[in-house]
């Protein structure tokens, strides 16, 4: 299938149409065939024609990317940020968020829509094929036109930011900015029972307008826009001004203000300057607000992905309840967007829709995307490359997960490794393996697993996927034979671990789990130079603070610090004692989470025979100190591992190795170690027994945290029926 897609930097501001593997069906999603969709002037031709200056001051203007950098530096190393940085700028982005179409296939989840249904959706792109949540979704009546089902998204925005204003019937409201998102406000307001004032600078905008039904328009340059609206409403100002449009000025948000009612209410939907003349704000009372996207649930991932929907009688109007509540006002006849259609543009021509808006060229103020739907659409979920056998004596390998790990660590250190294929590429969408694909010299890009797992000249497979998503492609690749390297966490769910030490005592493969810090060059040196048996390790990992909606806080797709990351600590401490785990005991750092996926700090104690090991981890992390610190404690020696870059012996004498400005994580270790394995070559891979170990301990730490009491290995072991012989 065709899409459009973006470059993050672009200075010509190009778009390019490439082909693509239909995307994956998860369970809850749609598969529609796209008719129609609308550009969005404002938002998509804002992320184009950006200069590699223009990122970097973005960058350092918001605190939140300085401090995403900064960790990444920190926990990644120079060189890989580098390369992070670099995929992130030229990978392919989607573009575009609103359309409709009709139903190709509906996940197992989903309820309320069949194939062949004429349905118009939101959140996905510019393609021929799409697959939006089941949130993101609504049905469109027969009489309603697919072009005009297409304006879906926008009318969802509009509708949000009137109901951000509160308007009522017979209420004054100002519409601030013309453009495509100003016109439907004003239609909206209009079908509300509300009078409308339209304002922009642009007389060709303020005509169409007037065509549509806008009871007073000013062009704010051609005459004294707070006298003609005091005049207009009998000097009180309008109830509510919306401001659709965007200026790096201050003198939209203040003149807003300035016609706005005392106690009256604006609401910014664009980007404005917010400079502010307080005489009007303050003394006027007037309320100021923002109205993001299309309702409630935006940006909440459990809401977005279709996981969850709020109660009807507590959140009457969802992002899913706006977007229906336009089609309902398209398909009577009270909103109708033919008027704001200045164009449409067969896909093929997609450059000449962008250029015509951002050239001020288009004839009214909406461009739409048409596809072919004469012809079949092109469902093939496989793509080739370079499809060719494997060589005599070559590895195999393909990658299931496409993500920036694999991007900037996995598959470049793959490509640098003599006697390795890469084969297969797997991802949900396959925009980010394409990028990659060809200087691979991979054999194919798809959206279908199973065409890896089926290639007989695939030895191994690297699953790098979502952490929910482990479990279910490590059983698929288990039950294919494959040899398989799995991103830590091994599992998210305990039950899951069941039936994983099931499948493997049915069917044993050779199994890794990418617990890379236990390659790491510097801490082969550390057990190299200790002259005895450790009694004591402390962990220390001091995490920069993130955010209460960071993925790995996410219910599903993290699951909180402990599940995803605490595998890596506790198999280091158990590498470093040598010995079997007894028991665990763990405290959260701070009030105990209702749940806890939720989790970001805390303690656990692992005890051994003859040894302990502690393990922290703080959200108190700052730039002058080791995000990770490992002290070892054995007769007669201190040794102390910063951040995989320095280590610090004390014993009869001081010795130190490394560098604090190089980082060695052993990612590049890890995989070589699993190379050698598949060709059974001496190797030093972790093994099962000690993966499972370690997620043991892990799954453990959380029971304890539970409770508040130890929990003895063993028992906990032998309550998950586990057979494993030692």
Not at 108 to 128: L, S
Not at 175 to 180: D, K
Not at 393 to 400: A, F, H, L, P
Not at 422 to 436: D, I, M, Q, W
């Amino acid at each position: 299938m065709r899409q459009i897609v973006r470059r993050v930097i672009d200075r010509k501001g190009k778009v390019v149409v490439i082909d693509l593997p239909e995307p994956q069906l998860d369970p809850d999603q749609v598969l529609v065939q796209n008719y129609y969709s609308l550009i969005s002037s404002g938002t998509e031709l804002s992320t184009l024609s950006k200069t590699p200056v223009e990122l970097v001051r973005q960058t350092i203007a918001d605190p939140w990317m300085r401090k995403a950098v900064q960790q990444t530096l920190l926990a990644a190393g120079l060189a890989q940020t580098a390369r992070r940085v670099w995929h992130e700028m030229i990978k392919p982005r989607e573009i575009g968020y609103s359309g409709a179409g009709r139903v190709l296939a509906v996940g197992e989840r989903v309820e309320g829509f069949r194939v062949g249904d004429k349905v118009a959706f939101a959140a996905t792109g510019h393609a021929e094929i799409v697959a939006p949540t089941i949130n993101h979704i609504v049905p469109a009546p027969e009489t309603v036109k697919l072009p005009h089902a297409a304006f879906v998204t926008v009318g969802g925005i509009v509708i949000q930011s009137l109901r951000r204003a509160e308007i009522q019937f017979g209420e004054t409201v100002a519409i601030f900015g013309l453009g495509l998102l100003g016109q439907l406000c004003a239609m909206v307001a209009k079908a509300a029972g509300c009078v409308v004032v339209g304002i922009d600078v642009n007389e060709s905008r303020n005509e169409l307008a007037r065509r549509i039904g806008v009871d007073f328009v000013i062009n704010p340059t051609q005459s004294d826009l707070k006298r003609r609206v005091m005049d207009f409403t009998g000097k009180h100002g309008v109830d509510a001004t919306v401001i659709c449009a965007s200026s790096k000025s201050e003198s939209i948000i203040n003149a807003s203000m300035e016609i706005t009612r005392k106690q009256g209410r604006v609401v910014i939907v664009g980007y404005v300057k917010l400079d502010i003349h307080p005489k009007n704000f303050l003394y006027n009372e007037i309320d100021l607000r923002y109205s993001r996207a299309y309702g409630p649930g935006s940006y909440h991932d459990g809401y977005e992905q279709g996981r969850l929907d709020y109660p009807f009688a507590y959140v009457r109007w969802t992002e899913k309840r706006n977007l229906a509540e336009f089609i309902r006002l398209v398909s009577e006849g009270t909103v109708d967007p033919e008027p704001l259609i200045g164009g449409v543009f067969p896909i093929e021509k997609a450059q000449d829709a962008f250029d015509a808006i951002s050239q001020g060229t288009l004839e009214g103020v909406a461009a739409l995307i048409a596809y072919d739907v004469e012809k079949e659409p092109d469902r093939r979920r496989t793509l080739e490359v370079h499809r060719r056998p494997k060589k005599s004596g070559e590895v195999g390998i393909s990658i299931i997960g496409c993500g920036n790990h694999a991007l900037a660590t996995h598959l470049p250190n793959l490509r640098a490794m003599p006697g390795v294929q890469v084969r297969g590429l797997a991802s949900a969408t396959g925009k980010n393996a394409l990028l990659v694909a060809k200087s691979l010299g991979a054999t194919v890009v798809t959206t279908d697993i199973e065409d890896v797992l089926r290639d007989p000249d695939t030895d191994a497979v690297i699953i790098s996927s979502n952490q929910p998503e482990h479990f279910q492609h490590l059983r698929r690749a288990v039950e294919a034979g494959k040899a398989v390297f799995l991103e830590k966490p091994l599992v998210t769910l305990l039950d899951d671990l069941k039936e994983v030490l099931q499948i493997m005592e049915d069917e044993p493969i050779l199994f890794t789990l990418g617990l890379n810090r236990r390659y790491s060059p510097l801490l082969a040196k550390l057990r190299g130079v200790l002259e005895g048996p450790v009694h004591s390790v402390v962990y220390t990992v001091a995490e920069r603070f993130i955010p209460p909606d960071h993925w790995s806080l996410d219910e599903t797709e993290g699951g909180g610090r402990l599940l995803s990351e605490g595998e890596h600590f506790i198999d280091l401490c158990h590498l470093l004692v040598g010995r079997e785990p007894l028991s665990v005991y763990a405290r959260a750092l701070a009030p105990v989470p209702d749940d806890l996926r939720k989790l970001c700090n805390y303690a656990l104690t692992i005890h051994y025979d003859g040894a302990v090991a502690n393990v922290i981890f703080n959200e108190s992390g700052s730039a002058g100190f080791p995000r990770e610190r490992l002290q070892v404690l054995a007769p007669g020696q201190v040794a102390i591992l910063d951040d995989f870059a320095k280590l610090t012996v004390h014993g009869r004498k001081v010795k130190s190795y490394g560098s604090r400005t190089r980082r060695q994580m052993g990612h590049k270790q890890a995989l070589t170690e699993f190379v050698a394995a598949i060709r059974g070559e001496p190797n030093n891979l972790l093994t099962w027994h000690e993966a499972l170990l370690a997620t043991l301990c892990m799954f453990a730490a959380q029971e304890s945290i539970r409770s508040g009491e130890p929990v003895d290995l063993r028992q906990f072991r032998r309550a998950l029926s586990c057979a494993e012989a030692d």
